[in-house]
């Protein structure tokens, strides 16, 4: 399990002195809205952390899963339950190396519709679910 793209996404963000952006990706057949931040303030709880995704689920902004993503894993804010909620997966199915095969099934799909490159414009769908996200978080772009 490799962030490829969101590596490189998150190399070039640094560049630009960015420190949120965000992407459109569909998983399960659910179409997502991720908001993208390397805030360091951000990333306290996770030392391993290289970002912060916030995903809205069918643009649904008060529907939110947040995700803590290193370099070769996830973390799930919240229980195991809430991803498979989430995503409206069958959790059901408990086999202990199910939810491995799930997360890495989730950083490839996922990972294959992160832009390869930061760009500075983003959809509008995108930049609702940023506003909503820093309303929420009292966040603020010092950029």
């Known amino acids: 399990m490799v962030w490829n793209n969101l590596k490189n996404y998150i190399s070039r963000m640094k560049s630009y002195d960015s420190n949120f952006s965000g992407f459109e990706f569909k998983f399960k057949n659910i179409h997502c809205v991720a908001v993208l931040t390397i805030d360091e303030d951000e990333l306290i709880i996770n030392p391993y952390a290289i970002a912060k995704l916030f995903v809205y689920k069918n643009s649904d902004l008060n529907n939110c899963l947040v995700i803590e993503p290193t370099e070769t894993n996830v973390h799930i804010n919240g229980k195991v ?33 992160i832009p390869p490159y930061f760009e500075s414009e983003i959809p509008s769908t995108v930049e609702r679910a940023i506003s909503k996200t820093f309303l929420i978080n009292n966040t603020v772009d010092t950029d």
């Open 81 to 113: 339950f809430d991803f498979y909620n989430f995503f409206e997966i069958d959790n059901t199915y408990t086999k202990v190396n199910n939810f491995e095969w799930l997360k890495k099934t989730f950083i490839d799909t996922t990972d294959s519709y």
